[in-house]
């Protein structure tokens, strides 16, 4: 239960930061997703600085690993974690399955959004 509580205030600070700095970029995200593809990239980048440390550096307290990983990185973006899981795989020789992985998870995501629009679309329209 407490590692619950980890996740939760490192879920909290990091989607308090997804918002702000999308909040930055509703501008000029009428043309493209900037604010989201920074996030995007920004947690991608933290969460592979956060594990690369911990495995070739020093080995970083399972807590504060969930607290700055699952918990801020993933409230902040879960394609970090998306991102590490796909190079964790291409590091382990599991191109294929790596290269799988991203086109399911892309295909089904977008397939999500498209049929969750659809559901709500065909109700409202009752």
Known sequence: MLKCLYVGLGGFIG???RYLIGLA???IAANFPFGTLLINFAGSF???IINEFSVKITPVNPKLLLF?????CGGFTTFSTFSL???NLFE??????????VVA???????????????????ADL
């Open 15 to 17: 989607s308090i930061g």
């Open 25 to 27: 970029f509703i501008p």
């Open 46 to 48: 933290v969460i592979g």
């Open 68 to 72: 700055l990983t699952v918990g801020i």
């Open 85 to 87: 899981e796909t190079i």
């Open 92 to 101: 382990k020789s599991k191109v294929w399955l790596g290269a799988g992985y």
């Open 105 to 123: 998870s892309v295909i089904s995501c977008l397939a999500g959004v498209i049929l969750g629009k659809f559901i709500i679309r065909y109700f």
